[in-house]
């Protein structure tokens, strides 16, 4: 009697393997670290995109920044956001705290004004950003250069972007 197949010794010692191989490779990949990179390359782009929507704003209007731009006392740091109350809550999770609670600046016109198609939330990490406090953060120096910053970052260091 000839009989072929694997024991199932042969089957186990292949399933062992296997599985050590897959937690290899699981661990190589690491998931989290990813995941984390992909986030913050998100917010990378979210900054360079509102800055170049706020600059090509500028340059459209003869040199002038959007109005509420404009008000904003220089070097202080504002949240992107939709509301006008508690902008300072989530100092916490920011890279760079924002200034005050009323220190809130909200960049509709550049969506209204066909700049940018919606302004951008911060992808979640810590917090679940939303429209009414975005997780990015400008500030306007008095020479005039404008800081758009992600609050939070995941080891890549500051997130921001400045012209």
């Not at 509709?108 to 919606?118: A, H, N």
Request: aromatic content about 6%.
């Amino acid at each position: 009697m000839n009989k072929k197949g694997f024991t199932l010794i042969e089957l186990l010692v292949v399933i062992a393997i296997i599985s050590i191989l897959a937690v290899v490779v699981f661990v190589a990949l690491d998931p989290a670290t990813r995941f984390a990179a992909a986030r913050d390359a998100v917010r990378e782009n979210d900054t360079q995109e509102l800055l170049s929507a706020i600059k090509i704003h500028q340059v459209d209007n003869n040199g002038d920044y959007l109005s509420v731009i404009d008000g904003m006392a220089t070097n202080a740091v504002y949240m992107i956001g939709t509301t006008t109350s508690n902008c300072d809550d989530y100092n916490s999770y920011c890279d760079e705290a924002v200034d005050g609670d009323a220190m809130c600046v909200n960049l509709g016109d550049l969506v209204t004004g066909g700049y940018i198609g919606e302004i951008p939330v911060s992808p979640e990490d810590e917090v679940a950003w939303t429209t009414v406090y975005t997780g990015y953060t400008l500030k306007r120096s008095v020479s005039g250069i404008i800081t758009v910053q992600a609050c939070e970052s995941e080891g890549t260091g500051v997130i921001d972007a400045a012209r």
